[in-house]
């Protein structure tokens, strides 16, 4: 350890300043808060703040982020904005340290945020001891106090001194515009173990419950009236994620430039607390309520994340605590109010805690790293209006290559100015091209609907866990589409058509709103020709003066008159979200196990990589780990039926 | 050809008009991509040829309601300006009581007749927001108007797409701002059921907001009573503090006719 004399240490911050190839930020007072800012002297840095509006996330996940610049006036044109240089930060505390090491593991998981990675490592942290502590910070109960690694340097304020500890190579090279530094002594060192000490006992507020049992407590208690009782008061503001350090969703919108010939594709925080995050474009909630909106916040922290990467995802700086309104958003009293409320055994975790990662920013390299939100250009093909509110693609990737999905997989459809939309591929695997149909829901379908053969888009993916094709080779299948369920049920159920043979008995059940609404009527026209299917139509109603031969009503009602043997048949349900909770019903009925059920189900998707968060059904990331999920698998996930 | 756009006004004090003046150099941009045709803030030109129909002001008699419909049959697309036109503005607080009173309060007794229904100008005063007199495309809320939020919901219009009013909470855009909570220095803000799009100037000032922009689609205004009440509010002044722009959502008809 080393030791700057305060005057010493303030020279060092203002030579830190004075580097034109830094960007120095500290904290700095706001009225009576404090906030990490530029800044302008050493005067300025406050050492003694107990705990920033904001955590340092802004500066790894800003508020606002362009992530892709594009050109309107060009068939596709887009690139990567310039980043900002390198950036040291003065006087993050422990906790915050813990919680950038969860962002590590959060953006550097399966598919590394490219934008993340590039600012995490054009940033040095310096470290800091807290001296004042928060009135709702429980950092000692969360054990986030003190932290072994994930800083450059690391200070401690003694007083007239400053002591020094490095962390990495880069930090002990910032050094270089220290002046004075000399060896700590024992009486330094114990100095700092007794502000150490008295920040973490200052920061115990009697949490009960132990981050390693606030899983259990929360699976336990997920119907427990506490959780409304609660968020009755609360205003879904979407404070308590916004100054959370360990809250990551985003939203990814498009700005266009009042030349209207280029804009930028934007980045900017979200929250699931907010009624939006959850809307669909054709208007479904999925998380009306909000108690079911604060209820999942909690459970992240303490369930879904460390189910996911490990860690508990809480570090006790007490930021929600302290900017609730109502005061409603204090993890110690809600965990307690659990605590104290659970009848059951609740079981322990081993020693999880806010510490269990296991990813280090250290060891990514920049070189290689793809950009995640960056489209690639392609070209439709064919595009053909097949309702009034559907439309009909192919289109092929501009490298020429297969887009190499599996049946059931979604892609990110850009265009620039209008966004993404997550639309279903609906073709077989293999070719060169793909197929989607597209329903007029929004800004972007819209666009789409006015697209014609050689136009261009941007593809993301393909995304998420589609139907595993391999493994229902032999089995009797039964398909059952509710309106656009057909579309991405298609692209399974063609691929078993042109492999016929591998297959047992095929049946298929579609149904939709009105006879006008079927989709691909030359091929469900062409099912009536072949021996080796079984296929049954139906539509809720007929209208006066259109033509119809099929049955009236919901597709479930079609169920009982096919034959099929309901233990020895997997029932492939695709459709709207109201479908599946009365087909499975049926299905249930004639004692169909729910192995043999699979479903594919819809959300918002926004990123399709499991980072923004809309798409989660409790713990479970829809446009990674689905859209297609063996229902056996999904039943007992409490929102995905709801 | 480019949109022609016309600019009126009914009650108001024309400030969401000034804003749109106040673009300075970006209204050059705006004016490569629409032909304003009327627009009494900034020429004195004026024609009835016109796309887009952009309206300032509340509704207030029924000679009112007549120009406005006239302006609605010329327009394919109207859009309410500002918090007069979206909910009728401060001066909807009059309608707490009925038009007699508030003739007699404001002008006297002197000389009734001058002031009765049978004079058109003092027909029947009554503040009603645009939506309620004719169908409304696009609402640009707020006291004044945000103008780049004016600009953002152009562009949308111009490009196909749906104008951008975000429908969260003023919170949303002050956390991001970093300020410091309104509740935490003793004020008493209506961010929290207020609909952002502003950028929060007022927090970010050090005032607390007065949700000119009216609620967000789904407030929990249980939980905001609540939590003034928590602050030392009374029930009356929850309701004074809720009357100030958004006296629309708790008003009681008092027409008095």
Redesign the interface.
């Known amino acids: 350890m080393k030791i700057l004399m305060k005057e010493d240490f303030k020279a060092f911050v203002n030579a830190l300043i004075g580097d034109p190839s830094l960007d120095t930020v500290g904290v700095k007072a706001?009225?009576?808060?404090f906030?990490f800012d530029s800044l302008d002297s050493a005067d300025e840095l406050r050492l003694d703040y107990d705990v920033t509006?904001?955590p340092p996330k802004?500066y790894f996940l800003p508020?606002?982020e362009t992530i892709v610049e594009f050109d309107m006036s060009q068939p596709f044109s887009a690139k990567r904005p310039e980043y900002p240089r390198k950036r040291v930060i003065i006087g993050v505390h422990p906790y915050d340290i813990a919680a950038i090491r969860q962002m590590d593991s959060y953006f550097l998981d399966t598919d590394i945020t490219e934008a993340y990675l590039r600012r995490r490592k054009n940033t040095l942290i310096i470290g800091s001891d807290v001296i004042t502590v928060s009135p709702t910070a429980f950092f000692g109960d969360m054990k986030t106090g003190e932290v072994k690694s994930g800083y450059d340097l690391f200070i401690t304020d003694l007083g007239d001194r400053v002591s020094f500890e490095v962390g990495t190579e880069e930090g002990e090279r910032l050094l270089r515009h220290a002046a004075n530094l000399k060896d700590s002594t024992p009486v330094d060192l114990q100095k700092r173990k007794a502000k150490r000490n008295s920040a973490n006992g200052k920061a115990m507020r009697g949490l009960m419950a132990k981050p390693n049992v606030w899983h259990d407590l929360l699976e336990k208690n997920f119907e427990s009236i506490v959780w409304k009782n609660q968020s009755?008061?609360?205003?879904?503001?979407?404070?308590c994620t916004?100054?959370c350090p360990t809250c990551f969703c985003y939203d990814i919108?498009d700005?266009?430039?009042?030349?209207?010939k280029s804009g930028e594709r934007v980045r900017?925080?979200d929250?699931c607390l907010?009624?939006?995050f959850t809307v669909i474009s054709t208007g479904e909630v999925f998380r009306e309520d909000?108690v079911d909106r604060y209820r999942h916040r909690f459970h992240r922290k303490g369930r879904y994340l460390p189910d996911r990467l490990g860690f508990v995802a809480c570090v006790g700086c007490g930021r929600c605590s302290s900017?609730c309104?109502?005061d409603i958003a204090d993890p110690v009293k809600m965990m307690n109010m659990l605590f104290e409320s659970s009848e059951h055994v609740i079981a322990e975790d081993g020693d999880r805690d806010a510490h269990s990662v296991s990813i280090d920013a250290k060891n990514f390299d920049l070189e290689g790293t793809i950009s995640l939100h960056m489209p690639k250009p392609a070209t439709i093909i064919r595009a053909e209006k097949v309702t009034e509110k559907e439309m009909f693609f192919e289109i092929e990737m501009d490298d020429h290559k297969p887009l190499g999905h599996q049946p059931g997989q979604f892609v990110e459809v850009s265009l620039f100015?209008?966004g993404e939309a997550p639309i279903s591929v609906s073709s077989p695997p293999g070719g060169n091209t793909f197929e989607l149909v597209v329903r007029k829901a929004?800004?972007l379908t819209?666009?789409l609907h006015l697209m014609k053969a050689g136009d261009k888009v941007g593809i993301r993916g393909p995304f998420g866990k589609g139907f595993d094709a391999e493994a229902l080779k032999k089995k009797n299948l039964l398909f059952i589409a509710g309106g656009l369920g057909i579309v991405p049920m298609r692209s399974l159920f063609n691929h078993v058509l042109n492999n016929r043979p591998d297959y047992g008995e095929v049946t298929v059940l579609y149904g939709c709103k009105e006879p006008c609404e079927m989709l691909f009527k030359d091929e469900v026209a062409a099912w009536g020709q072949r021996k080796d299917i079984t296929h049954l139509l139906t539509v809720d109603k007929c209208p006066d003066g259109e033509c119809w031969e099929g049955d009236i009503g919901v597709v479930g009602k079609l169920i009982p008159k096919v034959k099929f043997d309901p233990k020895h048949t997997i029932v492939i349900l695709v459709g709207p979200p109201v479908f599946y909770k009365f087909v499975i019903r049926d299905l249930k009925k004639l004692e169909v196990p729910d192995e043999n059920i699979i479903v594919s189900l819809e959300r918002r998707m926004k990123c399709g990589v499991g980072k923004c968060g809309h798409c989660q059904m409790s713990g479970v990331y829809v446009c990674k780990d689905g859209p297609v999920f063996n229902y056996k698998e999904i039943k007992d996930n409490k929102e995905a039926f709801k | 050809m480019k949109p022609r756009v016309a600019f009126f006004d009914f009650a108001s004090c024309e400030g969401c008009q000034l804003s749109v003046a106040n673009l300075e150099e970006?209204l050059v941009?705006?004016l490569?991509?629409i032909d304003i045709v009327a627009f009494r803030e900034v020429m004195k030109e004026h024609s009835d040829q016109y796309d887009i129909a952009i309206v300032e002001g509340s509704i207030t008699r029924p000679m009112d309601e007549e120009r406005l419909k006239k302006i609605r049959a010329n327009a394919n697309i109207l859009i309410a300006l500002g918090a007069c036109a979206h909910l009728g503005g401060v001066q909807r607080m009059a309608n707490q009581w009925t038009p007699e009173e508030n003739k007699k309060e404001v002008y006297g007794i002197a000389n009734p007749a001058d002031i009765a229904d049978s004079n058109r100008f003092f027909e029947k005063p009554r503040q009603k927001a645009l939506d309620e007199v004719v169908k409304v495309d696009y609402t640009i809320p707020g006291c004044p108007i945000n103008k780049e939020e004016f600009?953002?919901v152009l562009?949308a219009l111009?490009?196909?797409?749906?104008p951008?009013i975000p429908?969260?909470?003023v919170?949303?855009e002050c956390?991001?701002k970093?300020?410091?909570?309104m509740?935490?220095?003793g004020k008493f803000c209506m961010?929290?059921?207020a609909r952002a799009g502003c950028g929060a100037p007022c927090p970010t000032a050090g005032n607390e907001c007065e949700a000119c922009r009216g609620y967000?689609?789904?407030p929990?205004e249980?939980?905001?009573t609540?939590?003034l009440e928590?602050y030392g509010l009374t029930v009356d002044d929850i309701m004074r503090r809720k009357t100030m722009f958004t006296y629309r959502y708790v008003e009681k008809p008092k027409d008095g006719a």
């Open positions: 706001k009225g009576q808060k906030v509006i904001l802004k508020q606002y009755d008061k609360c205003l879904a503001c979407g404070t916004l100054v919108n700005e266009i430039n009042l030349t209207l900017t925080w929250g907010l009624r939006q909000i900017q309104v109502p100015g209008s929004g800004d819209n666009k | 970006s941009d705006v490569k991509l600009a953002k562009i111009l490009t196909g797409r749906k951008p429908d969260y909470p919170c949303v956390k991001k970093e300020n410091v909570c509740f935490t220095i961010g929290p059921l967000v689609d789904h929990h249980k939980a905001q609540d939590v928590k």
